[in-house]
Each structure stands twice: as C-alpha cells, then as structure tokens.
C-alpha cells in the first residue's frame, strides 16, 4: 500500500515537485526524439510502491531521466498531461509499462493516441503516483505507431486489489470478467476529489467493519485495513454534468440502471493514484449489456409460506407535505409557511409538487408491493394526524391501490397526553410512525411514547476549547396489537443520526473527524437510548418487536446493547453517554458501564448472516434498520428480507431534481429512499379450541354420529358397542372451523335414517355421549 508523506502543495512547489517552472510556458518541439537514450518506462516504474530512481524520504529524482512511449490518452482534468507506455514492455508483470507525464500544454502537441511522445525531466512521487514532470520544455511529439490495445486487469489470489493495481499504474487497461471488480459505491459525489465517481473493488461489495465485528476489535481493525486496499475509483476525466456519467450514456431508471454487486466489463481507461486511491480515468464508454448484474432487481419482497401476518420497517426519507405546492400543514419547528419552502428550512423533503408527487409514487408503490401487515416508519413528518398531515396523506394515498377495503390502512395515533402542543408526536420536524390493517390486527389500548434521553453538558476539548452541547433524540413509539387473540408489542425506533457530534466527540477531539472506534459521531448518546428503550421494554409482557432506524451496524454498541451484550473482564466496556436525562429526570450525569443487554434476537443476522444490509455508505454495506425479537416472537418467525430496492441503487434516480439535471426518473420503488425495507414474515395460526366429544353406541342399532349436523368424511358409522372420540385433530372437528366461543350440538342418526339428538355443550368442554336406542344423553363431567 503507497504511503506517502504528506507534504503541503505550497512545500512542493517550492521543491520543485511535479509543477516544474517550463510547465507553465507551453511545449515546444525543439526537443527531438532521439537526443537522449530513454530509460525505459519500467525501469522508472520498479517492482514496488515507489520508483527506484527516487530515493526513499524524496518526492524528486536526483537528475532527470528522458522517456519514450505511445499515447495511450490525454486529460487535462484530475490529471493534466499525457499517459505513455511502452509496446513491448519487459514481460515481468511484476512492473509497469505505462507512465503519466506532468504536462499542462499538452494539448499545444495536438497529441492523440498512437501517437510518440519523448520527454525529459525529474521523476516524481507525487503523493504517491509516479510520474515524470517535464522540465526545460524537454518534450516532443514523433511518429505514430498506432494505437496500444489495453491490458485487461488481473487480480492474483496472494495479493491485494491495491498490489495489483500498483503494477498497472500508469498503464492503458480494461476490465472483462476475469478482472471481476464490482462496484461497491455507486456513481456519486467524492467529497475527496470534489466530484462525480463510482468505486469498485474485488470480487464483492465492502462491508461496514462494524457490521460484522464490534468496535476497536482486531478483527474490526484487520477488516477495515483489507476494504482500504480493495477500492478503484472510477474517473471521467472532465467533471460529470448533472444527470450523467459520462462513461455510461445509457443510465436509465427503468433499464440501465447500476447496482451495488454488479460487475462491470469492458471499461477502459488509464490508471493514476491520489487522494490515496487508484483512480482509472475512463476513456471509452460502456452500455447496458457491460453491466453484469449479480443480484439484480426484485419487482417485490418473497411470500413466505405459513405466514400469517407480515411486519416491516421503512425508512420513507423525510416525506413532507408542509410545502406551500403541497399544501399540508407546517410541522413543530416551522415559523410560518415561508420557513417550509424556504431552501435550508424546516421542510426538509420536497418543495415542489413535482418532486413531491414523485416521491409519494415511489413511496407508495413500494409499500404496495411489500403488502405488510403492520409498517413501522421513519423521517415522516412531524405536521400532526390531521387531513393533509404526512401520515395522513401517505395512508390516503396507500389505501386508494387497494380496492378490497379489507386490505385497507389506518395509522396509529399516539395518545393525547403523549403529544407535544396537542398535535405532534414529539418536536423534532421528523417522527416514527406506524401504520396497520384493521381487518387484520387489532389495537390493543393506546400508543405510547418511549421518552428517549436528551443531553445537555459542556465539555472542553484536547485543544482547551469549551462547548455547551445541547442534543435531543427521537421518542420511540409503542402499540400494542392482537393477532388471532396473541399479544405482538411493535415499537419503531429512530435513534440519533451519525453526523453531527456529541458531548463524548467533543473532548476527544472528534467533533468534526471520523471517530476512532468507526462507530460515527454520537455512539455514546445512541447506547442511552438503547438503555432507555431496554429498560422500558422489561416490564412489557408478550410477543415484542423493534423496528427502525438505529443508526446503528450490527455489531455497534447500541444494537448490542438490546441483543446479547453481556459485560466481560478484559473487553471494551460499553458506556453511555454523560450528562443525559429524560423528560427533566436526570439519566447518567456521568458515564455509566452497562452491564447486560436486552437479550433479544437480531433476526436479520439470525436468518441473513452478518453480511445482512439495508444501508450503504461510503461504499461500504451494513444494516441500520433493524428487528429484534423476544424469544417468544423469535420463535415465530418465518421469513426475513431486507428488499434491497434502495441502498444498491443510484441516488440519481431518486424523486429530487438537484444534481439529477434532466435526467428522466421513474415511479418504480427503487430509489424510493436511502433505506432498505426490512420484512418481517410471522406465524400466527388461529387459536386451536380444545375439542373431546366421547360417543358410546350402546344400541343393537349401528348409528351415524353428527356434529353441527355434520358426518365424519371417513368411517362414518359405529356398530353396536363402539365407542369413538372426536377431538381437535379430527377432519371432522376440523371441518367445522370452530371458535373458541362456538358450541358443539351432538346427534345421531339410528340406521344412518333415524335423527336422534343428544345434546348442545361449549366446544372447549369434554363431552361424553350415550345411545341405547332411540335415546340419547349428552353429559358434561
């Protein structure tokens, strides 16, 4: 792995490092081809991470070098100058053949591939690349020689994606099948180089280190260090123009779409390094029919056989309708209905009818293809339960793709002493909620809040800086349900976000970098919730789910924290979050070990494995939504599916119009949100009715027994002195489809023609009955 040092551009500028002073006036031709014996472009290459001809600790050769190769391309964006190879190379595949030149007024040759090119100069490591910055207009364009093909990428099993991509540096290469690079991040915005890109890496997508192991753990570190070497940044040479990728004029949201997973052939380009990445600028294009997909798009979540009812959590990605096109009501945090349209307001989703109608589509036709029982929800409005409310108006919407009123919606509404103003769940602009099928769950009391802390502290920072923090999280949401006369507590979740800091970021100087542990910004404050949320949930008996967005990976605290977390001597500790309290009641006003956790069953990681997602970010795959189970819930389980409609997908066809340009979308569910659905399939039979009727046929008559005036479907008859018992296993009993309230009325008839009755009793009640002729008694014991 390069590891250069890090000097300033203003210190290599004075070293004379990669921006040599002839660069800045244009090339001329009055240096020849031929006036020096070039060192061949390998030699200058090497079999390492660095060129031999620069000593180690330098960023500059010791004298100057001349070189000759073929154009391969010209850029004059992220890179500025002309890549070079040689056409026969030295055969050790150990070195490369391909050179970048530093060259500014490269395009004052006129050069284009196939072309010759020599020059002369320093060799340098800029921040890791090899290169040769011409000095002393020391350049100068020969003959063609027709163009090189490209050299189609090879990974070896003993090395790295980043070993293997240091012996291509500078080279003019392809992509096919056997290359099997993925892409693991989606086209789109690289704060590092400040534009437009896609990632690939070996064989598969990257994993979020956390999602598989917890924090600060070896193998945490070792996995994190494996995803750093296993990425190819994909570059256009100029920046993509809104709505484009430059590589791929075919994006299209119905048809040529790229996923997370796919492979990716035929791609061609020239390979630099910066920013501490591979970068391969492209210089060809690529179709639909070069895109591999691995796991391609499934039109709607499986139907699980034996599932009774289906629970799913969604995140819908700030559906707002307090917008003045929109028309619904302002949320908690407005000021008016200025600050709602306003463009850094307190509607934080869409302004304009457009974008809106767009949204509530996708939204709508993903719900509709998940046909869930029970939806918990996430970063819907926080504007009340009125008409034109964002709950409101999402189940309107919903309920009109139905036309059997039975597989209708209505959504939860909290209780009234549970709302803030008498209106809103909380006051936060976002909030969960749920929705349900009457026809079949039922309420079962009240929606509750799950108060979750808030914190307010001042801390100092390493650099002697004080800050008063004052952070808020979101209530959770609890309803109780019955299913088939069972008990399923449901509470929906949405903890603190990653991105901004904490108390905890603060003093330890992380407020605004990457924390250590990999966890993100404000793990601490997440685990009070978690506690908040264990501890409330102890006292709830029967069947219980949590739902949503923890903004937690698997293995994180906070998840932990409400599975299987157990404290042991000689591991990290968890901790809490200091100076937290709920509802004015003070919490932890210092940090708090936690001890044990909930216990229950992360049912994504149970049935999908750890490398289970819902959610990518920074082209890395982990699950932030989640379900978790008591062991009575567990155990009636029958399908899990994250459907992967939005985290694999590109952010370009989602409903807003900002960096999309004229890009067409599309009313399909995918890129309906950031977040994956998590479904969850449930076994819920019916209750069985304990049924025992006892018949004695004390006759010479042989007799046909009847429940309900029903006959057994197979052997029918009794003869004289035989007894039968009919209970709930019989195809008779189950036939009559009884209730735990229904009765048995118990007959015969004498000869198979003769009715006789016996009696009437409760279903659930043992039964026994005596014929001996032409009369019949029904006794209960």
């Known amino acids: 792995m390069k590891k250069p040092l890090m000097w300033s551009p ?62 391969t391309a010209v850029t004059q964006g992220l890179y500025k100058g002309a890549w070079i190879q040689d056409p026969q190379g030295d055969g050790n595949r150990a070195t490369s053949d391909g050179l970048f030149v530093y060259l500014r007024g490269a395009d004052d040759l006129n050069l284009q591939p196939g072309d010759t090119l020599c020059a002369s100069g320093y060799i340098n490591e800029y921040y890791g690349h090899t290169q040769l910055g011409v000095t002393d207009e020391q350049v100068a364009k ?132 910066s920013y501490d990445q591979y970068r391969l600028v492209a210089t060809n294009t690529i179709t639909a029919g070069d895109i591999v997909h691995q796991n391609d798009r499934q039109p709607a979540p499986n139907n699980v056989p034996g599932a009774d009812i289906k629970v799913a959590s969604f995140n819908v990605l700030n559906y707002f309708t307090s917008a003045s096109a929109v028309g619904g009501p302002l949320n908690v945090t407005c000021d008016d209905r200025a600050d709602a349209d306003a463009n850094r307001g307190c509607n934080r989703g869409a302004k304009t009818a457009a974008e809106f109608g767009l949204q509530r589509t996708k939204i709508v036709n993903a719900l509709t293809a998940m046909d869930a029982d029970i939806v ?269 409609i939005n985290s694999v997908e590109s952010t370009l066809f989602e409903y807003s119009r900002q960096y999309s340009g004229e890009l067409v979308k599309s009313s399909n569910p995918f890129s309906s949100s950031d977040h994956d659905p998590v479904l969850i399939s449930l076994d819920y039979p019916e209750p069985v009715v304990p049924v025992s009727v006892t018949i004695n046929n004390r006759s010479f008559l042989p007799i046909i027994p009847l429940l309900n005036g029903q006959k057994s479907p197979d052997h029918a008859w009794m003869k004289w002195r035989a007894t039968r018992t009919f209970d709930q296993a019989s195809p008779l009993v189950q036939s009559l489809a009884l209730q735990p309230d229904d009765s048995i009325r118990v007959s015969v008839k004498a000869l198979g023609l003769i009715p006789v009755y016996c009696g009437r009793a409760p279903a659930d009640s043992a039964m026994t009955v005596k014929y001996t002729g032409f009369r019949c008694q029904l006794t209960q014991p």
């Open 142 to 273: 020969g003959a063609p020689q027709g163009t090189i093909a490209p050299t189609a990428l090879r990974v070896q099993p003993d090395e790295t994606l980043h070993e293997a991509l240091e012996r291509y540096e500078g080279m003019y290469v392809t992509m096919d099948a056997d290359s099997d690079l993925v892409i693991t991040r989606n086209f789109g915005f690289d704060y590092d180089a400040f534009r437009n890109n896609m990632v690939l890496s070996h064989q598969s997508p990257l994993y979020k280190p956390t999602q598989q192991y917890p924090a600060l753990t070896p193998d945490a570190e070792a996995l994190a260090a494996k995803n750093s070497d296993n990425q190819l940044y994909i570059e256009s040479d100029q920046k993509a123009k809104d709505g484009k990728i430059p590589y791929f004029p075919g994006l299209d949201a119905e048809q040529g779409y790229l996923r997370i997973g796919d492979r990716v052939e035929r791609l061609s380009g020239v390979m630099g390094y």
């Open 376 to 644: 918990g929800l996430m970063e819907i409005e926080n504007n009340g339960f009125e008409s034109g409310s964002a709950i409101a108006d999402l189940v309107t919407h919903l309920n009109a793709q139905f036309a059997d009123s039975r597989d209708h919606y209505q959504f939860v509404e909290p209780s009234d002493q549970e709302k803030n103003q008498g209106a809103y769940f909380g006051s936060d602009a976002i909030m969960v909620g749920m929705i349900y099928r009457p026809a079949k769950v039922n309420l079962a009391g009240e929606a509750q809040a799950v108060p979750m802390p808030e914190q307010h502290i001042s801390g100092e920072s390493p650099d002697g800086e004080t800050k008063t923090l004052d952070k808020y999280q979101r209530d959770s949401l609890i309803q109780r349900f019955m299913v088939n006369d069972q008990p399923l507590s449901v509470v929906v979740n949405h903890f603190k976000s990653k991105g901004s800091g904490c108390y905890e970021d603060w003093i330890a100087g992380e407020f605004d970098t990457d924390t250590a542990d990999m966890q993100g910004h404000c793990n601490a404050f997440r685990v009070s919730a978690a506690v908040a949320l264990r501890d409330h949930l102890k006292a709830v008996d029967g069947d219980v789910l949590i739902l949503g967005d923890l903004n937690a990976y698997a293995q994180e605290d906070p998840v932990r924290v409400l599975t299987d977390y157990q404290r042991t001597e000689g591991q990290r500790d968890i901790i809490t979050a200091a100076g937290t309290e709920i509802r004015g009641v003070p919490m932890h006003p210092t940090p708090s070990v936690v001890e044990q956790g909930l216990g229950y069953t992360n049912l994504a990681t149970q049935w999908l494995g750890d490398k289970a997602y819902s959610y990518s970010f920074s082209g890395e795959l982990g699950a932030l939504d989640h379900a978790l189970a008591n062991a009575s819930l567990a155990s009636k389980v029958v399908g899990v599916e994250e459907w992967h």
């Open 10 to 71: 203003l210190a290599l500028v004075l070293a004379g490092v990669a921006l040599p002073a002839a660069a800045k006036a244009p090339p001329t031709e009055t240096y020849q081809c031929g006036v020096t014996t070039p060192t061949p472009i390998y030699a200058i290459q090497g079999d390492g991470a660095r060129s031999p001809l620069v000593r180690d600790g330098q960023y500059r050769s010791d004298k100057t070098y001349a070189v000759q190769g073929i154009v």
